[in-house]
């Protein structure tokens, strides 16, 4: 995308950037809309003929050099979509990300029965095998990310929907709930739930995460996921757009400590075979780690 800014604001066509770089329009055009990596080589070319010098040259060749690197999941690539590859890459990345979901845990917080669970809902179910393979996958993301020495900043947002409907069972459920409260107690995990109380709000329309990255060369993104594919926002007016979305739900959503108290209150009004999850002093339990 900068590569094809840069040629529109140099008024140069795309046959006349591939005669300069001595290829065919159409790797040109692959190279721009992100089908096909460029070469180290043709993009210096390419930004030779753009007048791109200094600081930005060298940001902008360091960026086509690190594109190049295979990340780990490329060694299972078969077992995810190419559009999550993507978004895997960007996710380790980040400095900080910031995410409101309506319907479901966000997959880094996810506990392996609840993700299993999740993936098990596709109306076309993959082989066990292959599920199996994902499922470790989101379990590598996690260590990768969250286990990390300087894990991101996360800042997350979820509907009352989210942990209120059981998913993989009343046990299931309870495990994951927990988790929550887990992270949510450390210094790089914030959670907030947007109750029902809250009523209508801005983001009806779905979720989405906002991605901020620590080089002033990657531009800050909104990814957004839908059924079989996503797209990623990066033009300021819409990521700015995103970003007021964003803490309008902040703003709307219980605060920390209130929000670990409604969760509390889910797991004790969970049900598991027949019987209610046992009552007692919820929070003092938490804040003696008796839960985990």
Avoid at 51 to 71: F, I, N, P, S, T
Avoid at 130 to 139: A, V
Avoid at 205 to 234: H, M, R
Wanted: charged share 25%; proline share 6%.
């Amino acid at each position: 995308m900068e590569l094809q800014r840069l040629r529109k604001e140099a008024g140069l066509t795309r046959d006349q950037a591939a005669e300069h770089a001595g290829c065919s329009p159409v790797t040109i055009t692959r190279i721009e809309s992100a089908t096909s990596a460029a070469t180290v080589a043709l993009v210096a070319m390419m930004l030779d003929l753009y007048g791109v010098a200094g600081d930005r040259r060298e940001a902008l060749m360091q960026l086509a050099r690190d594109a190049r690197k295979r990340g780990w999941w490329h060694k299972v690539s078969e077992a995810i979509p190419e559009w999550v590859q993507s978004y895997v890459g960007l996710e380790e990345e980040a400095a900080t990300l910031q995410e409101y979901q309506s319907e479901f845990v966000p997959g880094l917080l996810q506990t392996e029965d609840y993700a299993r669970a999740v993936m098990r809902s596709a109306p076309v179910l993959p082989p066990d095998e292959e599920l199996e393979r994902r499922l470790s996958i989101r379990m590598q993301r996690q260590e990768r990310v969250l286990e990390r020495p300087d894990p991101p900043m996360m800042w997350c947002i979820l509907n009352e929907a989210v942990i209120r409907r059981p998913v993989g069972g009343a046990q299931s459920m309870r495990d994951q709930l927990r988790r929550l409260i887990k992270l949510s107690e450390t210094n790089y995990v914030t959670i907030q739930v947007l109750p029902f109380a809250a009523g209508v709000h801005p983001a009806m329309d779905g979720g989405f995460t906002l991605l901020n990255f620590p080089k002033l060369s990657d531009p800050d993104t909104v990814y957004i996921e839908y059924w079989q594919g996503s797209v990623y926002l990066e033009d300021s007016r819409e990521v700015d757009a995103y970003v007021l979305l964003f803490n309008h739900l902040r703003a709307r959503a219980l605060g920390p400590d209130q929000t670990r108290n409604l969760i509390a209150q889910a797991i004790r009004d969970m049900q598991a075979d027949g019987e209610a999850y046992p009552d007692g002093s919820f929070p003092r339990d938490l804040a003696q780690g008796e839960l985990e």
